[in-house]
């Protein structure tokens, strides 16, 4: 079976020669229809193909079990470690040696938390500006007939198979 690489310049080149050769028309027409049956062909694979590797569901429903179950298996660890370390807490125990693992309790660096930012001297604040464009709104204008500088309105093209 030919491959669609090959089939699209075939084609031009039959159609080129069609209008070149009038004279030949018959014999021009044959090979068109010939490639036209191998085309349609080689479409209704790549449509078989895109709707067989379109069907993810399965994987998609399997990628969220197994991200539910990497979810389960962090919270019991976490709620072990924080067991674990409010049982030597209330032990006053800082550290734990065994054969296999040494567990301590130790300081964490210190966090700052804002209870009231209004009380916070404006030398301890800093101001962001996002700027970012209404694609929306310069849609709209563009589409109105209105031109914008820097923008333009762009008219992509796509398959659709039904």
């Not at 979810?71 to 030597?88: I, Y």
């Not at 709104?137 to 398959?159: H, N, P, Y």
Request: aromatic letters at 4%; a negative charge; charged letters at 30%.
């Amino acid at each position: 079976m030919p491959r669609l690489y090959d089939l699209v310049p075939a084609y031009q080149g039959a159609m080129e020669e069609l209008e070149k050769n009038p004279e030949q028309l018959e014999m021009w027409l044959d090979t068109v229809d010939s490639l036209n049956m191998a085309l349609d062909v080689k479409v209704d694979g790549y449509c078989k193909m895109m709707a067989m590797l379109n069907d993810t569901d399965g994987i998609k429903a399997e990628s969220k079990r197994l991200a539910d179950r990497a979810r389960a298996q962090e919270n019991a660890a976490k709620a072990l470690k924080d067991r674990l370390q409010g049982a030597m807490e209330l032990l006053g125990r800082d550290k734990f040696k065994t054969d296999l693992f040494t567990v301590s309790l130790q300081a964490n660096p210190g966090k700052v938390e804002i209870h009231d930012i209004d009380l916070i001297p404006a030398e301890y604040k800093r101001t962001t500006v996002l700027v970012e464009p209404d694609k929306k709104a310069i849609g709209d204008a563009l589409k109105a007939g209105r031109g914008i500088a820097g923008a333009e309105l762009v008219q992509g093209r796509s398959l659709r198979i039904r």
